[in-house]
């Protein structure tokens, strides 16, 4: 007496599809104990896409799963992945090379900026200037007479700091490790998957949030 065949499914948090006809195998990794299941789970239609036009698809796994029981009912389902999932379509589209490259020197220049306006008016908060002039008179003896090792120095401390802080120039990183902005980033689009899910499942139980 041959066992029931068992089927484990992993559904991603959120996926990016680009194809109307979203198969299974698009939002989640799976493995089965009979291969040739596994292979009809994978093609299974989940949903079709019918609007041209970019948005996100709050879907559950429960039909999903009624789905799955139509090809073999004996068999077993582990889910280890999402319970409520999004679809986030994008129409397929030719790059917009020049653009692209438009919207990032956008901002790199606003970062840039924005940066340097910060450290300006926090040097100019904690009169830097002066402390240097002190820190030099005291070690020297005289007052400075302009710019000195100090601020020489304090501007390539600086530089430096920021770029072993964030861990990443160009394609060159120190370690394997991600930077600050990468988990801040993550962070970021898990908050936005999250809200999405509870606020579909608010509209779907009548509740606002005021």
Known sequence: MSSSPVLYLNIRQITEIHHKE???????????????????????????????????????????????????????????????????????????????????????????????????????????????????????GQEADGATALELSYSVGLALGILIFFNHFAKWKMNSDPTPLEVEMRLYEENISKTLIQNDERKEQDIDAH
């Open 22 to 140: 979203v198969l299974l195998k698009d939002v989640a990794d799976l493995r089965c104990t009979d291969p040739e299941l596994e292979s009809k789970c994978r093609c299974l239609k989940i949903k079709k896409i019918r609007k041209d036009k970019p948005k996100r698809y709050i879907e559950s796994i429960m039909p999903i799963l009624e789905k799955l029981q139509t090809l073999d009912s004996s068999m077993q389902i582990s889910s280890l992945g999402e319970a409520d999932f999004i679809i986030d379509y994008q129409p397929p589209k030719n790059p917009e090379l020049l653009w692209q490259w438009i919207k990032t020197i956008f901002v790199c220049g606003i970062c840039f900026s924005g940066a340097a306006f910060a450290i300006m008016t926090f040097n100019n908060d904690v009169n830097v200037t002066s402390v240097f002039r002190e820190i030099y008179l005291l070690v020297m």
